[in-house]
């Protein structure tokens, strides 16, 4: 981290005599063209400590990231347009930028990295928050393949997941409404469904058991993603399931009562 900083520091001190040069010579104004040469790598060295931030979270900081890449690349055009004519004058203004951009990048990387893995030597999992880049440009290639192929099923699922998606009211889904009352007895009236205490909280814990069986044999991984998934068919936040549930499975694991 201090090498990287080191590198931030020396890399903008590069930068910023071509930056300062190409404003100067569009506004005329010295203090003007100081302040607005360090726009870019000031941005740059901002995003770069928020992804670090997130990733010590577990986060994979994908927006952080990918301002911090913009704000580099600002800083590598104006570099370029400074530039001489050649190769080589293109090289030596365009190296110390894309050196920052790598190394701030792949420490993120390293940060998160390092933190699941002192998550997972403590037992606890950290849920992943967000698709990579990769994964989401696959994902919208594959959806346009599948419009070109079927049209009108894919334009009316299409409808359907924006009406579940967008909220139907402030603070409310359409996917996520809670639970009517009779609709939460007949959960609870199911042959086999666990009993269920009249809460929430209970009728979320009877319905993890009615769809993946005994929660005595529940893995302690899939806590974040059946919470998330299960939590709004019964009008209960995702954060308050995923911790009731944890606690109820780790306290089957121990032996405990529940």
């Not at 981290?1 to 930056?19: D, E, K, N, T, Y």
């Not at 870019?40 to 301002?67: C, E």
């Not at 967000?130 to 192929?149: N, S, Y």
Request: contains cysteine; positive net charge; aromatic residues 6%.
């Amino acid at each position: 981290m201090l090498a990287l900083g080191l590198l931030a520091a020396v890399s903008a001190v590069v930068s910023f005599a071509a930056q300062y040069r190409m404003v100067l010579a569009a506004k005329s104004v010295p203090a003007i063209a100081a302040l607005e040469a360090g726009i870019p790598d000031v941005a740059a060295l901002i995003f770069a400590t928020l992804g670090i931030a997130l990733a010590l979270h577990g986060r994979r900081a994908i927006r952080a990231r990918f301002l911090n890449i913009a704000a580099v690349a600002t800083s590598v055009t104006m570099n370029v347009l400074a530039a001489g004519q050649g190769w080589r004058d293109l090289a030596i203004w365009a190296m110390p930028p894309v050196g920052y951009a790598l190394a701030s990048d792949t420490a993120i990387g390293v940060v998160r990295a390092w933190t699941l893995a002192r998550q997972r030597a403590l037992s606890e999992a950290l849920a992943d928050d967000e698709a990579t880049p990769l994964a989401v440009v696959a994902g919208l290639l594959l959806w346009l393949l599948r419009l070109a192929l079927a049209p009108r099923s894919t334009l009316t699922g299409f409808r359907r997941w924006v009406i579940d998606e967008c909220p139907a009211a402030p603070g409310r889904r359409a996917g996520q409404l809670q639970v009517t009352v009779p609709a939460r007895a007949a959960i609870t009236s199911r042959p086999g469904a666990a009993p269920r205490g009249g809460t929430k909280t209970a009728d979320f814990l009877g319905l993890v058991a009615d769809r993946y069986g005994p929660l005595a044999a529940f893995p302690l991984s899939d806590v974040s993603r059946v919470s998330t998934e299960l939590a709004p068919e019964v009008g209960l936040h995702p954060g308050a399931a995923r911790a009731a549930l944890r606690r109820h499975v780790q306290s089957l694991h121990n032996g405990s009562p529940s």
